[in-house]
């Protein structure tokens, strides 16, 4: 892909990847990473309020400036995708990084290609932790025939996704639609003096794929009719940063199913407020996904994803951009973003 400059944004091949002073100017996810924009720090002292707003608004408020700023990490991820080994090893990491569930958020998708949606609605719903409603969440709240992905219906993603939905849909319970219904459509955080709207698709659909290669003006429509300084998304199963102007977009990833990079890892992101700025990491997880393809078996799901969980290869591209496309099978690196300072730098330390 060729560089080429917008604005005040940027995109870089996988070969120019510099390095100045042990920092990454510009770097790499799936081949197009932007420098970051990360939220300013701001005056901090007791714990995060979460505010219901009205009823039709469909969204919750998440107020972080009382805490203490050596305290407040959030740690967000996407996509837990009916993943019940990745789940239990994400609430794992966040007790091992002394991340309480108010200060953990999810943007959506409980339940997709693996074998226990039950489960894994159980345990992220008892552990408390915010969530923003998916497509997935949204069609089986409703009891639909389909998982609303957005899929081309001619496209292999909407032929796969009608067995892993069909499971899906035939197990979960009353109890539990009647719960993801209750989920709102955005959750806005207040991180130091920034706004963040965590959302899953865009701010005109729930099921629109923003993938780092997507036009940037259909991030700046989104921020625009949001109102916020950044942005939260999820659908597209991939991590990735971006400044927009002086706007973020930022997806964690998913900890469902791998990033198509070729490895069994999945991903997750911890923002943290800084004396200078803010630090956006790009953090990979293990899991036990020998017990997660068990799983698949025992529901007999269709083997394609099931393969994914160890092959790190997605069994279609058909919804990923060029440049996404062209990145199958190489390994992300874990990064940390910083600002104001515009830095990109190596997560050497991280697990």
Known sequence: MAPAVRQSIRRFSINELLVNDGWIEPCRCLGIFRKAWLCRSGEISSGPVVTLQPPGTNIVQIDGRGDRMHNQSWLLFGGPYGNLQATEALLTEARSLGIPAERTLCTGDLVAYCGDPVETIDLIRDAGIPVVMGNCDEQLAAGADDCGCGFDPESSCARLSAGWYAYSNSVVRADQREWLATLPKR?????????????????????????????????????????????????????????????????????????????????????????????????????????????????????????????????????????????????????????????????????
């Open 187 to 351: 959750i806005d955080l207040e991180i130091g003096q920034r706004s963040l709207a965590a959302i899953h698709g865009s701010a005109r659909a729930i099921n629109e794929f923003i993938f780092a290669g997507t036009p940037v003006s259909a991030k700046q429509d989104s921020l625009d009719a949001l109102g916020c300084d950044g942005v939260v998304g999820g659908h597209c199963g991939l991590p990735f940063t971006e400044q927009v102007g002086n706007r973020l977009w930022h997806n964690p990833g998913v900890i469902g199913m791998p990033a198509n990079d070729g490895t069994t890892r999945v991903w997750f992101s911890l923002v943290t407020p800084t004396e200078n700025g803010v630090w956006i990491d790009h953090r990979a997880l293990g899991y036990d996904h020998e017990a997660a393809q068990a799983a698949m078996r025992r529901a007999g799901l269709p083997p394609c994803y099931r393969e994914a969980l160890v092959t790190g290869l997605w069994p279609s591209l058909d919804v990923l951009p060029q440049g996404e496309r062209a990145m199958t099978g190489f390994a992300i690196p874990q990064t940390r973003f910083a600002w104001p300072a515009g830095k990109i730098s190596p997560l050497f330390n991280a697990a």
